[in-house]
């Protein structure tokens, strides 16, 4: 099984076989929408991965700007957005160093890449501040004054409340709060699969052993319905005004 930096440097096709089974009621769309209007807006989203977020709200905005530290995440961004091409541009770069003039964004999104710079950064509680603090401050110096942050995090996946998987992330989550002013929206974004055996097969291939183990265990003690297998997850959504 490869490490999570394998899968974004060289199996963009799996990544993208489990972000396009993720919200399966759409409730990440309509809470974008209920957050701030989207129509017209110059947006740069970081960590664009393969697109699966940009799709929520392209159909609205003027222009996008999307970054990635893969290039083979951008290559594949690029296949599933080329209906939009007019409207994009893709290039490499890491979060905290975005190769844009100040003020340039009306909307800065992010969608479950943050994560990983903070796992990046270390354990310690100093850490976790010193790159939250690091994250926003980029976000704020390339959005324009009265534009908006949105950043989508994880909040668990299969569990049965929400929960920061990580106690790094749980500081992370907080400073976003206390110390930067970020509301927070909690949804479900629950996983389709047509079956329990392709559950476990891409959840475990992204999230490791453990969860198809636990998926496992999940469906022996309730067999999904014919109508598919549901693997539950939580996502927060910190949303604030530049």
């Given at each position: 099984?490869?490490?999570?930096?394998?899968?974004?440097?060289?199996?963009?096709?799996?990544?993208?076989?489990?972000?396009?089974?993720?919200?399966?009621?759409?409730?990440?769309?309509?809470?974008?929408?209920?957050?701030?209007?989207w129509d017209g807006a110059a947006v740069i989203e970081?960590?664009?991965?393969?697109?699966?977020?940009?799709?929520?709200?392209?159909?609205?905005?003027?222009?996008?700007?999307?970054?990635?530290?893969?290039?083979?995440?951008?290559?594949?961004?690029?296949?599933?957005?080329?209906?939009?091409?007019?409207?994009?541009?893709?290039?490499?770069?890491?979060?905290?160093?975005?190769?844009?003039?100040?003020?340039?964004?009306?909307?800065?999104?992010?969608?479950?890449?943050?994560?990983?710079?903070?796992?990046?950064?270390?354990?310690?509680?100093?850490?976790?501040?010193?790159?939250?603090?690091?994250?926003?401050?980029?976000?704020?110096?390339?959005?324009?004054?009265?534009?908006?942050?949105?950043?989508?995090?994880?909040?668990?996946?299969?569990?049965?409340?929400?929960?920061?998987?990580?106690?790094?992330?749980?500081?992370?989550?907080?400073?976003?709060?206390?110390?930067?002013?970020?509301?927070?929206?909690?949804?479900?974004?629950?996983?389709?699969?047509?079956?329990?055996?392709?559950?476990?097969?891409?959840?475990?291939?992204?999230?490791?052993?453990?969860?198809?183990?636990?998926?496992?265990r999940r469906f022996e003690a309730v067999p999904p319905?014919?109508?598919?297998?549901?693997?539950?997850?939580?996502?927060?959504?910190?949303?604030?005004?530049?």
């Amino acid at each position: 099984m490869p490490s999570m930096e394998e899968i974004y440097q060289g199996h963009s096709d799996r990544y993208d076989e489990l972000v396009t089974r993720e919200d399966r009621e759409h409730h990440l769309a309509t809470a974008l929408s209920a957050l701030c209007s989207w129509d017209g807006a110059a947006v740069i989203e970081s960590g664009i991965g393969t697109g699966r977020v940009t799709k929520l709200y392209i159909e609205s905005v003027k222009s996008v700007l999307g970054f990635d530290r893969s290039q083979h995440m951008l290559d594949q961004a690029a296949r599933n957005l080329q209906e939009w091409n007019e409207k994009i541009s893709l290039k490499t770069a890491e979060h905290r160093a975005l190769p844009v003039a100040d003020g340039t964004a009306d909307r800065f999104i992010e969608g479950w890449a943050f994560g990983h710079a903070i796992v990046d950064a270390g354990e310690r509680s100093s850490d976790v501040r010193n790159a939250t603090d690091a994250l926003v401050a980029e976000t704020e110096r390339v959005c324009r004054s009265g534009g908006s942050i949105t950043i989508i995090e994880t909040l668990g996946t299969n569990v049965e409340e929400p929960t920061p998987p990580r106690e790094t992330f749980a500081e992370f989550y907080d400073r976003l709060e206390t110390h930067h002013g970020f509301a927070r929206v909690v949804v479900s974004t629950d996983y389709w699969f047509s079956s329990a055996e392709e559950a476990i097969r891409v959840c475990g291939y992204f999230f490791g052993d453990g969860m198809a183990e636990a998926l496992e265990r999940r469906f022996e003690a309730v067999p999904p319905a014919a109508e598919g297998a549901i693997v539950p997850e939580y996502s927060g959504i910190w949303h604030r005004t530049r």
